[in-house]
């Protein structure tokens, strides 16, 4: 909204500093990292006064987690909230990617508070129905293939890009938007898998925020594009300002957060958060580079894949526990020993996905 300040630029003035989406997202971040501490304290009391018992723990989960009873959920809201006001405050509201990614981030957060506010209502770990949750994902994440791909350069309409193979294209046809529902609806979930030690999730969030901003930015620039050897993606480098808002909210998220958490974000954040990665893969073209950016999100997700199976077929099980991170506490690691080292390894995957852009 404030890009419209430009209008009163002559061209050399403070106005024209409103052009540049580099100032902007500084401002994004700012906005989203003072929104987290101004209205994290009064959300958490309101929280906690409306829950009572908090989040529900799960019986069968590790013992140390009982001591988290009474912490409330639904801490994604303030992240969300920071995101989306950071977002319309200083991205260019004429922007179809910028509309899209809130579109997805927005749906799955209400599909996730739905979720949260049945768990905590009925006091139970069940939520909304899972089919439930799976069919909307559905229907949002293909309105979204279609949205991306009505804005994608002809070239590119339908087409998967591989990293380091960048001459490669492969069209997927009417299979492009299957594919995006892949995408979009895996993030969501495998970023929900992870969200269940405090920080543990948030922070990988946004190192692959951080990431896809740098993507954005590059792939909305010709010359940057040129000098990568990457597909150039118009008007895509103004969700660098959406990654900035994700960036500075996730950190006011997790400044309450940090062990002991005095919030969750819960699914109204972790689907969201999830969407939102996924939805930006899809936009930028870098579908690809988001099953490596995400490495961690993926393991969560297949060690629930492959303990699920495995258990039905031989009644015995590969891991302790899953998702991975309980079996790591199961094997008797501190939580914030898993968490920090997690973390490490996001940031190395992102490093390795930011070489994509210029690996042949």
Known sequence: MLYWLTSLSDGGDFFNLFRYITFRAGGA????????????????NVLRRKQGKGQPIRDDGPEGHFVKAGTPTMGGLLIVGALTTSTLLWARLDNPFVWMVLFVTLSFAAIGFADDYAKVSKQNTAGVSGKVRILL??????IAG???AAYHPDDLTNQLALPVFKDTLINLGILFVPFCVVVIVGAANAVNLTDGLDGLAIMPVMIAAATFGIIAYAVGRTDFTEY???HYVPQTGEILIF??????????FLWYNAPPAAVFMGDTGSLALGGALGAIAVATKHEIVLAIVGGLFVAE????????LYYKRTGKRVFLMAPIHHHYEKKGWAEPQIVIRFWIISLILAMIGLATLKVR
């Open 301 to 308: 997700a297949l060690s629930v894949i492959i303990q699920v």
């Open 146 to 148: 279609y949205w991306a």
């Open 29 to 44: 971040f700012m906005t989203a990292l003072l929104f987290g501490f101004i209205f994290g304290p009064p959300l958490i």
């Open 243 to 252: 990654c900035a808002g994700l960036i500075g909210g996730g950190l006011g």
């Open 137 to 142: 994902g559905i229907l949002i994440a293909a």
């Open 228 to 230: 990568l050897d990457v």
